[in-house]
């Protein structure tokens, strides 16, 4: 066992050009492995940090077209106002009432509404088109995100529909550069709002505040969209165990409301923090097979590879092989010596994958952190096992025949091959 493993170490260094080559499928393959999964692992990361910043317990109301109404836009959604962003079918039947009889639900805590619009944004020579978030004053309460200056705006200053704003950081940057902009008026639409604070910087997955603004859901709803509804809700339960019951209790509050007998025409979702990171989880998963499947092209590709090599080896040792059973070298010896060559190879590509894979799962944490996401470089340690598995796993698939045929030379033929 110690005499093959040291002759197969001998033969893949006697040709390092060839042995390159030879491992370069492998090489690619378990890069591309480790890479996925690597990044997958940040990613999952970044998810799980977003939600934390949300909040595990709470809950998302938003509107939808239920089945029935997909086929018929409404009479309004043609005359609606352009500025605001949705379906060409309008669902307006989400109300500030609803959100304030689910607060009343025994295990609510707090909610708040939201509605989107885009609007131009100008301060003196510079304007933006932004998308702004109109937002009860309750969401500054269950939400965790930060100012870097400024305030948060009141409940008084929403319910009078006051003209105030809280930019994102790069609106802010752009709109001011290094200008203070609290107390600055900047003009959104026709309409002149006071900036009371600025968005600490959230990254590419921050909820968009980075380029975005907020005002009171009152000064959202009439000054600007001219409407009376909602597009979506927050809610922040108190007993998280019960989080599935409340929303069940939500839907059929809702369904109260809006008339509705019949689940399978409900206008609106409720999900949990679980479901939506359910529904993410399932959609990653089947991504990340999809990759790892297209790894596995490549790995095939480089096993028969090998396996086409190591029957050009056997061929130009052909004398060498006749040389050795002649001496006393067993079929088992051959065959041997020939198999764990072929493994040595496939894991030698298997290792510089792992690195090479490793390195590129750097390279995209340190991008991803450059751009101000929360993510987190870290190589799963089931991934280095799974990549020397595989790597082994190939070199012995492979490299079992052509060991085999050499193995198997007659040893007066072989003596005699030129």
Same mark, same amino acid.
């Given at each position: 066992m110690l005499s093959a493993f040291r002759q197969a170490i001998k033969a893949l260094f006697s040709n390092p050009a060839r042995t390159s080559l030879t491992t370069l499928g492998i090489i690619i393959g378990i890069a591309t492995v480790i890479l996925v999964l690597s990044a997958g692992a940040g990613f999952r990361t970044l998810i799980n940090a977003q939600v934390e910043q949300l909040?595990?317990?709470?809950?998302?109301?938003? +509107?939808?077209?239920?089945?029935? +109404?997909?086929?018929?836009?409404?009479?309004?959604?043609?005359?609606?106002?352009?500025?605001? #962003?949705g379906s060409a079918v309008a669902i307006t039947t989400l109300k500030n009432r609803d959100? &304030?009889? !689910?607060?009343?639900?025994?295990?609510?805590?707090?909610?708040? %509404?939201?509605?989107?619009?885009?609007?131009?944004?100008?301060f003196q020579n510079v304007a933006k088109s932004v998308l702004f978030y109109g937002a009860s004053a309750t969401r500054f309460e269950i939400d965790r995100s930060t100012l870097r200056e400024g305030r948060f705006f009141t409940e008084s200053e929403d319910s009078a529909a006051s003209q105030v704003t809280i930019l994102g950081s790069h609106l802010a940057d752009d709109l001011f550069g290094q200008n203070d902009p609290l107390g600055r008026l900047v003009r959104i639409g026709d309409l002149n709002f006071e900036v009371i604070g600025v968005y600490s910087p959230q990254g590419a997955l921050g909820g968009g505040n980075d380029d975005m603004l907020y005002i009171p859901l009152e000064t959202a709803q009439k000054k600007i969209l001219g409407i009376d509804y909602l597009l979506f809700g927050v809610i922040q339960v108190q007993d998280t165990t019960l989080a599935d019951a409340t929303a069940e209790d939500i839907r059929l509050l809702l369904r109260s409301n809006h008339n509705i007998t019949d689940s399978y025409k409900d206008d609106f979702l409720v999900q949990t923090q679980a479901q939506t990171l359910d529904t993410f989880n399932t959609i990653?998963?089947?991504?990340?097979?999809?990759?790892?499947?297209?790894?596995?092209?490549?790995? !095939?590709?480089?096993?028969?590879? *090998?396996?086409?090599?190591?029957?050009?080896?056997? +061929? &130009?040792?052909?004398?060498e092989i006749g040389l050795k059973k002649a001496l006393g070298?067993?079929?088992?010896?051959?065959?041997?010596?020939?198999?764990? &060559?072929? !493994?040595?190879?496939?894991?030698?590509?298997?290792?510089?994958?792992?690195?090479?894979?490793?390195?590129?799962?750097?390279?995209?944490?340190? !991008?991803?952190?450059?751009? %101000?996401?929360?993510?987190?470089?870290?190589?799963?340690?089931?991934? *280095?096992?799974? %990549?020397?598995?595989?790597?082994? +796993?190939?070199? *012995?698939?492979?490299? #079992?025949?052509?060991?085999?045929?050499?193995?198997?030379?007659?040893?007066? &033929?072989a003596l005699r091959y030129e």
């Open positions: 909040g595990s317990n709470t809950l998302f109301v938003e +509107t939808r077209v239920p089945p029935t +109404t997909k086929n018929r836009a409404s009479a309004s959604a043609a005359s609606a106002d352009t500025s605001r #962003v959100l &304030e009889d !689910i607060k009343r639900l025994s295990n609510v805590v707090n909610d708040y %509404g939201m509605v989107v619009g885009q609007k131009v944004v100008s990653f998963n089947g991504l990340t097979i999809l990759l790892i499947a297209i790894a596995a092209i490549s790995l !095939i590709v480089g096993g028969v590879g *090998i396996m086409n090599i190591m029957y050009v080896v056997v +061929t &130009e040792r052909t004398a070298a067993t079929n088992s010896d051959i065959l041997l010596e020939f198999l764990i &060559e072929s !493994i040595l190879v496939t894991i030698l590509g298997g290792v510089i994958g792992i690195l090479l894979g490793s390195l590129l799962g750097w390279a995209v944490a340190a !991008i991803a952190t450059r751009s %101000g996401l929360q993510w987190v470089f870290s190589v799963p340690l089931y991934a *280095i096992f799974l %990549g020397v598995g595989v790597s082994a +796993t190939i070199g *012995i698939a492979f490299g #079992v025949l052509p060991a085999r045929s050499a193995s198997r030379l007659d040893p007066i &033929e």
